[in-house]
């Protein structure tokens, strides 16, 4: 019998390849939950997806959602109350029976003390240890499309990043890495229990980010490594909330202190193909950059 994956945050920059990736598989049937059914229109036109409206914070939307689903990749957006989001995704999985959950955590989840954005994750996995149900977590590393999610308007605008996080490596992955690891875990015997830690092939600062644009796209684009208490106040600036704030610039200083660059063969373990370089990725994206 095909069995029915549910993927949550099913628009978000994971969430939407896990889904385009699942589609492609033989007897998977996907079932993509998104936060609003306009924005999941396009997850429809995908061979045998299933869009299914979800509100984290409304049981009744929940319970529709995992109703018959037999496994779970689990997604909760980066807020200060991902939590308990995801604590009530899990109650769900656990009524209605779910047999796997794969969670999209982060590196570093594991560190102790660790960070605020890792210690949340941290929580939300131990819950899922608890629960009793099968589970597998990754751990990715930031991802390469944060630079076209979060940079693209200067880079554009200016030929300008703006950063605080000086000198320090980053082992950057493509969303589109995590995904095929996912899809191979939601499809494939031997990974429950498993944690994951995934990265791309090589570590790169954001002056190195800035040149690999600049290259690909053949127009100057330049780091500019911005103060802690400017980005602070540039960040209060834009309204941006203070626990996001004060989330980012302690995972920036992590960057910056050159604790972010270690790397892992996993992704290639995993899914038997190298992960994208930064140089790979931006020629895929090339039209955000310029
Ligand atoms: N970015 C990184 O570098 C990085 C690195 C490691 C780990 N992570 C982790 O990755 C996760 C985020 O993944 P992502 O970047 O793929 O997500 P994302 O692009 O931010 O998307 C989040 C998804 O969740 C949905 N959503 C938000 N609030 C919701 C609610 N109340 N009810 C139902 N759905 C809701 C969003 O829909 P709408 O847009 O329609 O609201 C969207 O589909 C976070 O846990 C983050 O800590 C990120």
């Known amino acids: 019998m095909r069995q029915t994956i549910l993927v949550t945050g099913a628009t978000g920059t994971v969430g939407r390849e896990?889904?385009?990736q699942l589609s492609m598989q033989d007897d998977i049937r996907v079932r993509a939950g998104v936060h609003s059914l306009i924005k999941g229109e396009n997850l429809r036109r995908l061979p045998d997806v299933e869009v299914v409206e979800m509100e984290f914070t409304d049981p009744?939307?929940?319970h529709?959602?995992?109703t018959h689903a037999d496994k779970v990749?689990?997604?909760t957006p980066f807020t200060d109350g991902q939590v308990e989001m995801a604590k009530k995704l899990v109650d769900e999985a656990k009524k209605t029976g779910v047999k796997h959950i794969v969670k999209l955590s982060a590196l570093g989840a594991g560190e102790e003390p660790g960070i605020q954005l890792g210690r949340w994750h941290r929580e939300i996995e131990r819950y899922i240890e608890q629960s009793g149900i099968p589970y597998t977590f990754l751990r990715p590393a930031s991802f390469m499309q944060n630079f076209e999610n979060y940079n693209s308007a200067t880079i554009k605008q200016e030929g300008k990043i703006y950063m605080p996080t000086g000198e320090g490596k980053v082992s950057y992955i493509d969303a589109r890495d995590i995904a095929a690891v996912a899809v191979q875990v939601l499809t494939t015997d031997?990974?429950?229990g498993q944690i994951y830690d995934l990265t791309g092939p090589e570590a790169i600062t954001v002056a190195e980010v800035a040149d690999t644009i600049s290259y690909v796209t053949g127009k100057p684009v330049d780091y500019v490594d911005?103060?802690?208490d400017a980005a602070r106040q540039a960040m209060q600036q834009q309204n941006v909330p203070n626990w996001m704030t004060d989330c980012l610039l302690e995972l920036y200083s992590?960057?910056?202190a050159g604790y972010s660059g270690g790397i892992t063969g996993r992704v290639e373990e995993i899914t038997g193909r190298k992960p994208h370089t930064f140089r790979q990725f931006v020629k895929e994206y090339k039209d955000?950059?310029?």
């Open 60 to 62: 009744d939307s929940l």
């Open 73 to 75: 990749f689990l997604i």
């Open 18 to 20: 896990v889904v385009k």
């Open 190 to 192: 031997g990974h429950e």
């Open 254 to 256: 992590v960057h910056r």
């Open 226 to 228: 911005v103060p802690e």
């Open 64 to 66: 529709a959602a995992f």
């Open 288 to 290: 955000c950059f310029c």
